[in-house]
């Protein structure tokens, strides 16, 4: 069973940067799609980036130039550099990991395992 553990949230004012952390446990993360999600309070958990086990990328069109999702393989860490954030921002963040895909998923249901998840709060 993988563990995924996640940190680095916190609050910030407008304009801010912020880098999230995710460190797993027993699998080789590179190898497989890893994802950033999100969840505010009363929304549905939406996907911010992901990256595939090439490198490949995928951010939603809100943080597009802003984040940065990346791998550090001799920590077996998954980052989000998050930078110039604003209040629509504001939520729960988590990670996530699937072993039977490569690709950059974007969405929560090909995810099967999770983080507890860090939260984020930007003010204006």
Same mark, same amino acid.
């Given at each position: 069973?993988?563990?995924?553990?996640?940190?680095?949230?916190?609050?910030?004012?407008?304009?801010?940067?912020?880098?999230?952390?995710?460190?797993?446990?027993?699998?080789?993360?590179?190898? %497989?799609?890893?994802?950033?999600?999100?969840?505010?309070?009363?929304?549905?958990?939406?996907?911010?980036?992901?990256?595939?086990?090439?490198?490949? $990328?995928?951010? $939603?069109?809100?943080?597009?130039?802003?984040?940065?999702?990346?791998?550090?393989?001799?920590? =077996?860490?998954?980052?989000?550099?998050? =930078?110039?954030?604003?209040?629509?921002?504001?939520?729960?963040?988590?990670?996530?990991?699937?072993?039977?895909?490569? %690709?950059?998923?974007?969405?929560? =249901?090909?995810? =099967?395992?999770?983080?507890?998840?860090?939260?984020? $709060?930007?003010?204006?």
């Amino acid at each position: 069973q993988v563990q995924l553990v996640e940190s680095g949230g916190g609050s910030v004012q407008a304009g801010g940067s912020l880098r999230l952390s995710c460190v797993a446990s027993r699998y080789r993360i590179s190898r %497989y799609s890893m994802g950033w999600f999100r969840q505010a309070p009363g929304k549905e958990r939406e996907g911010v980036a992901a990256i595939a086990s090439d490198g490949t $990328t995928s951010y $939603t069109d809100s943080v597009k130039g802003r984040f940065t999702i990346s791998i550090d393989n001799a920590k =077996n860490t998954l980052y989000l550099q998050m =930078n110039s954030l604003k209040p629509e921002d504001t939520a729960m963040y988590y990670c996530a990991f699937d072993p039977w895909r490569s %690709y950059a998923a974007m969405a929560p =249901n090909e995810y =099967n395992y999770w983080g507890q998840g860090t939260q984020v $709060t930007v003010s204006s």
